[in-house]
């Protein structure tokens, strides 16, 4: 049995679930969540959570347990409490603004470049060096994070670029000069 699989999804007051046949919806005070499932999983409410069965034990349907709970668990906590993705700017004249909805970024290139946020997500940018990004839905929290930091990766002979907030970059050592000669 699924170590994850078998636990159940508590459900947090305020949170309400639908379930029709494959298709899971979500609701609660940061938004409103829908998802097909696989559609040999069994989804059961009960008791105030949520209950995840596999319908045998073969090896599609054991990959698929652990899965189903894990996007049924996220769907819960995004409806509930919502994501946050937290992002770092280091490097000198690199820098965020905010133009209306839109994300703008300097780093480097000639032009800044200017990111509209999907719909369901917030963009805030506390500091010019400091990006924060808000939403229910984890994966697309993650998705929008990535692709702002893939505007300029961290490197790793100065450590400039965009890098998640606690992000470790391995510094490399550089040139050693003309020692000896």
Do not use: C, W
């Not at 994850?4 to 899971?24: C, F, H």
């Not at 906590?77 to 133009?99: D, M, P, Q, T």
């Not at 839109?102 to 719909?119: A, F, M, T």
């Not at 984890?138 to 505007?151: D, N, P, S």
């Amino acid at each position: 049995m699924s170590r994850i699989g078998r636990m159940p999804v508590p459900l947090p007051q305020g949170v309400t679930v639908k379930i029709d046949g494959s298709t899971i919806t979500v609701k609660g005070p940061k938004g409103e969540l829908s998802q097909r499932l696989p559609q040999a999983m069994i989804v059961r409410q009960e008791e105030g959570q949520l209950v995840v069965e596999r319908p045998s034990e073969t090896k599609e349907h054991r990959s698929l347990h652990g899965l189903t709970r894990s996007l049924v668990n996220n769907m819960v906590v995004g409806a509930s409490e919502g994501f946050i993705k937290n992002l770092e700017i280091v490097g000198v004249g690199y820098r965020a603004s905010k133009a209306g909805s839109k994300l703008v970024v300097g780093v480097g290139y000639s032009n800044p470049i200017e990111i509209e946020p999907p719909s369901g997500l917030e963009v805030d940018v506390p500091s010019p060096t400091k990006i924060v990004i808000r939403g229910a839905d984890k994966q697309a929290v993650g998705e929008l994070a990535a692709k702002i930091r893939g505007l300029r990766l961290p490197e790793p002979y100065k450590g400039k670029g965009i890098r998640y907030e606690s992000e470790h970059v391995r510094r490399k050592a550089g040139k050693a000069g003309k020692a000896g000669k």
